[in-house]
Every structure is written in C-alpha cells, then in structure tokens.
C-alpha cells in the first residue's frame, strides 16, 4: 500500500522513532489521499526531544518524500532575528513560501502540500507560541507589508527541546547495561 512506501522512505532516513514515524505516516496518508480539512494546515506535528533524534530530519525527509527533494521545506528558526517585533521576524522567513494567490483573493496561499519546520520552538518569546497556536487554527499568518498568507496547503512540522531531559531519564537504556 501506499503508507508502506510512505513508512519505508521514512524509515530508510529515520532511525530509532517508529511511534513519531507511524503518527507522521498516517496523517501524510490522510494528506496525500485528500481526507484532510481545507479550512486547516494539512497536517501538524510537535516533536520534542533531545538534539540528534532526527526532529529536523523527519521534516525533511517527508519533504524529500513528496516532492523528490527538499525544495518545498521552509525553515523557520525561532533562536533566528528574534529582535524588534518576534513574530514579524518570523513570518518573514516564511514569506518566500507564499507564491499563489487563492481564486477567491482572500489572501496568498503555500503551492500545495509545501512542509513548514518550526525549528527551536522553546527559544521563541512565549507570544510566538501563542501565536502560532493561532495560527495553526485559523490557518491565516500576517505577513510583511499586510499580506495575508494562509496555511492550508502545508504540513507543519515544530519542534523542541523542551523536557529533553524527562524524555532521556525514561529512555531505555542503548547498549550494554550491567
């Protein structure tokens, strides 16, 4: 079936996270078959845990997955230009990613099935994550000069470093153990 080629790709990159792998298959099934709302992003993932796990690399490897390469990734690095107003800061990184206008003219939207990395979601100021929770519900982002971009064409992929050492105390241990 399909999601089999979905789990093998991503498995072929990821390593060690087959619960964060089966959740992400899933919902880039229900993308890709059409069964997700229009009125939301396509899809939205929170993955927390220590640095090297493979948070980033998931991202990019659904990217890689749906459009042969990462071109269509957007990354949005929240320890980034967080100077002045944070949430212009970032939605000018992800400016580039608005190209098409929609046909009612209601705003600028993400061609279709474009991924969004959230990188570094903790470093933020906490209105950004505020924020972004708003914005992953209405599906409208405030761009520079008043432009209105709207989400619902992207898979949205935040991630974090928070609780990274809970996440590493109840870990299995790797390797030999006395």
């Known amino acids: 079936m399909f999601s089999n080629a979905i789990q093998a790709a991503l498995e072929r990159e990821i390593v060690g996270q087959p619960q964060a792998l089966n959740a992400v298959v899933r919902g880039v099934t229900r993308v890709t ?3 997700t709302p ?37 990354v949005a690095d929240c320890n980034w230009g967080m100077h002045g107003d944070p949430w212009m800061s970032f939605a ?7 190209t098409q206008s929609t046909p009612n003219g209601d705003g600028i939207e993400c061609p279709p099935l474009s991924v969004i990395l959230v990188e570094g979601l903790e ?6 994550c505020k924020t972004l929770s708003r914005v992953l519900e209405s599906t409208q982002i405030m761009l520079p000069q008043g432009r209105h971009g709207l ?28």
């Open 33 to 35: 078959s059409g069964l």
């Open 92 to 98: 000018t990184q992800l400016a580039p990613l608005f």
């Open 123 to 128: 470093s933020g100021p906490p209105e950004l």
């Open 151 to 178: 989400l619902r064409n992207c898979i949205v992929f935040l991630t974090s470093r928070m609780c990274s050492r809970e996440i590493l105390d109840e870990a299995s241990p790797i390797g030999f153990t006395s």
């Open 38 to 74: 229009h009125e939301r992003p396509l899809a939205a993932y929170l993955l927390m845990g220590p640095t090297g796990v493979g948070k980033s690399q998931t991202a990019r490897a659904v990217a890689r997955f749906l459009h042969g390469d990462d071109r269509q990734l957007v």
